[in-house]
């Protein structure tokens, strides 16, 4: 699992349009809620189960004396969102507690592993055809600058059903493997419309899920941090074909956490930006361990 700590003062919203998902802590996100502001958010694996993960950080943020002031107690606001991962490796092992508060504690400023980490380390990509023709996913992150100092960065988990492409050139990076002795990547979307899907429901297509966070220190309301959301889901939507499936649970998180006077619209266009290049980068830094293949192991010639 993987978590964002926000500094205190950060507004947070999310963009929730998948059909398959699992949150926990999302009604605070909301602009009209009474809690104004957000401490963590937390990516996590392991499905539902991976919740539980978000017990740590809580438990981490009330040491810190962070949250909601009720009287005696300040309440910590963790939002969470999970991907499906139960099937790669030891499907028994999920996220806890303790992985929570170990994420907290391990928190930097500073760039961290990329790939086969955090809540990348179970995802896996391209599952039109099931498990077995499907591809490693990973965790990545980017940025991009704004103007004035501005910034915006990413994290994403991608966990997709479909492919992921390079957002500039819509050169495929990952997905369905073609059968041998034919090579290359299978256009899901394409796939789709011509041959309809070899399988129906979830449990054929296995897991399923991108998730991102998407952070700025522009100063944005809660309604201004929504739109950021909805904006920066263009990114997956672009980089990943296609998104927001009936057995995909994405989400896309947005945090305001500075003083920044940026407009709406320039910090909406960079964080699509950093979006596909966060994902991108998830991919192409993943390693299948062995298990399944990755970008890496690729032929070049793709």
């Not at 809690?35 to 009330?62: K, R």
């Not at 499906?84 to 992985?99: C, K, N, S, T």
């Not at 407009?263 to 390693?287: Q, S």
Request: glycine share 16%; proline share 5%; charged share 20%.
């Amino acid at each position: 699992m993987s978590v964002v700590l926000c500094p205190p003062g950060t507004v947070g919203a999310c963009e929730l349009r998948g059909t398959a998902t699992a949150t926990r802590g999302m009604d605070a996100l909301r602009a009209e809620h009474l809690v104004g502001g957000v401490d963590a958010i937390v990516l996590t694996g392991g499905s539902a189960f991976g919740l539980a993960s978000a017990d740590g950080v809580m438990a981490f943020l009330e040491e810190q004396g962070r949250g909601f002031p009720t009287g005696r107690f300040n309440v910590p606001t963790v939002a969470a969102g999970v991907l499906f991962d139960l099937h790669f490796g030891d499907g028994r092992v999920r996220p806890d507690a303790a992985m929570g508060r170990a994420a907290c504690e391990a928190a930097s400023n500073e760039e961290g592993p990329q790939g086969s980490v955090g809540a990348g380390m179970g995802a896996t990509i391209g599952k039109l055809f099931g498990q077995e023709r499907a591809m490693k996913g990973g965790l990545g992150t980017a940025s991009m600058n704004l103007p004035g100092g501005g910034v915006v960065g990413a994290v994403a988990a991608v966990n997709a059903f479909g492919g992921v492409y390079e957002p500039g050139t819509g050169k495929p990076v990952a997905g369905p493997r073609a059968m041998p002795p034919e090579q290359g990547i299978v256009d899901t979307e394409e796939h789709l419309r011509i041959h309809g899907r070899p399988f129906e429901g979830f449990s054929n297509t296995s897991e399923n899920t991108t998730l991102v966070a998407v952070a700025t220190n522009a100063r944005l309301t809660k309604t201004e941090t929504h739109k950021l959301a909805q904006m920066a889901a263009n990114g997956l939507i672009r980089t990943v074909r296609p998104s927001y499936s009936t057995v995909d649970g994405d989400m896309v998180f947005a945090l305001s956490c500075g003083e920044r006077e940026v407009a709406l619209d320039v910090v909406g266009t960079a964080a699509i930006e950093a979006v596909g290049h966060a994902i991108c980068r998830a991919v192409m830094e993943a390693d299948g361990r062995g298990i399944i293949p990755a970008w890496r192991d690729l032929p070049e010639s793709l």
